[in-house]
């Protein structure tokens, strides 16, 4: 299964089926969003190849859903690793100082003073906060945590990170 939400431009993974739960075709999925609310609020996902007839917490940070067009075990079981995405303009308007992960998603890195890094490869959350993770030109990857300190400022082109954060 994907670590993380590569999708088509203008669309956004929401989560991804992590395997089969049970024998009647419900899925168990894996929640890139905040909540199983998020998802419930979209009728279907992968430009309406899958429905969504119910949703519900698997009271472990993941859901179990169903998909009319998944009627049994073996369905289930074949859609494992795949990225249930939405197109972006039927997600709701960021507040202030809000954003998707996927924005950030292939950003060019530099440091404070204009020193090339690398580009976000990907967006985690373990706890505590929103982690960065960057590639190097030379393909090594480290991760800084998404606060004020080591990011002071990103836009649609450049996140900018502090130099001491650098490895």
Do not use: C
Not at 95 to 111: K, M
Not at 131 to 146: S, T, Y
Request: charge should be negative; hydrophobic fraction near 45%; aromatic fraction near 6%.
């Amino acid at each position: 299964m994907p670590d993380r939400p590569d999708t088509a431009p203008g669309t956004i993974a929401l989560a991804a089926v992590a395997g089969a739960h049970g024998v009647a075709g419900e899925v168990r999925l894996k929640l890139f969003g905040e909540s199983v609310e998020a998802l419930s609020s979209h009728p279907s996902f992968n430009d309406g190849a899958l429905t969504l007839s119910k949703v519900r917490s698997d009271n472990k940070g993941g859901a179990i859903a169903r998909f009319a067009e998944v009627r049994d075990r073996n369905a289930a079981e074949a859609l494992r690793g795949t990225l249930l995405t939405v197109s972006r303009s039927t997600l709701p308007p960021l507040e202030e100082g809000e954003f998707y992960h996927a924005d950030l998603i292939g950003l060019a890195v530099q440091t404070n003073d204009g020193a090339a890094v690398g580009r976000v490869v990907a967006v985690e959350n373990f706890g505590a906060t929103d982690i960065v993770e960057i590639e190097k030109p030379d393909g090594k990857r480290f991760m800084i945590p998404l606060t004020e300190d080591a990011v002071p400022h990103w836009d649609d082109e450049t996140l900018t990170v502090d130099a001491a954060f650098v490895d």
